[in-house]
């Protein structure tokens, strides 16, 4: 009898962290799940065809959900202690601002109709961490990956990084960084105000 009550015990010991982790994960793709639907409602809509109204609605959409000082700080890497407070927010505002654009792009270019939520992966370690992949379709039915780097700050989980379509964001805008720095000779400095300045290019360009 002691016997079956200690495997008994032993197997809702095991079982508890693999329920924690479920919730966890569940909970990370219910804030991608929401945010996709948003998304997928403006990119239905009319009048959200021109560039500054669909990236104002992007952006309200995705300021709740994606840490973008987390991932600017990540993509300046080494360099970002050598940057002053002041640079650094400058390049995070910029940053900001290119994301949001590579990922509006990204949504539009692909002619996105639908989405569907893939299936759970391979478990994390970490219940504060879990990675949330969803499916879009084009028109034509081509299928598209996008893989979700999630983190669960205070209460609500947070977008860290993210693959479209297996190009890994983060580390491409970190790879270009580091390449600037270089052509620089290591001016920082320069480096934010070049890309600050390429931000507002793109933006005037895309609004003539």
Known sequence: MLQRLAIALLCVIGLAPLTAVQASWQEAQATVDQASSQLMGILDDPAYQEVDPLMAEIESILN?????????????????RKASAEQQQTFSRAFKNTLIRTYAKSLSGFGIV??????????????????????????????????YYMLKQ???????????????????????????????????????????????????????
């Open 154 to 208: 205070d209460e609500s989980w947070k977008l860290v990084n993210v693959l479209v379509d297996g190009i890994n964001l983060r580390l491409n805008f970190k790879n270009q960084f580091a390449d600037m720095v270089s052509r620089t000779k290591g001016n920082v400095g320069q480096v934010i105000s070049d890309w600050e300045a390429l931000v507002s290019t793109d933006a005037k360009e895309e609004g003539a």
């Open 64 to 80: 709740p959900v994606v840490d973008f000082p987390y991932i600017s700080k990540r993509v300046m890497g080494k360099y970002y």
């Open 114 to 147: 639908r989405y569907e939520m893939a299936p759970q992966g391979k478990p994390s370690p970490k219940p504060n961490k879990q990675i949330v992949s969803v499916y879009v379709y084009s028109g034509n039915g081509t299928k598209y990956t996008l893989v």
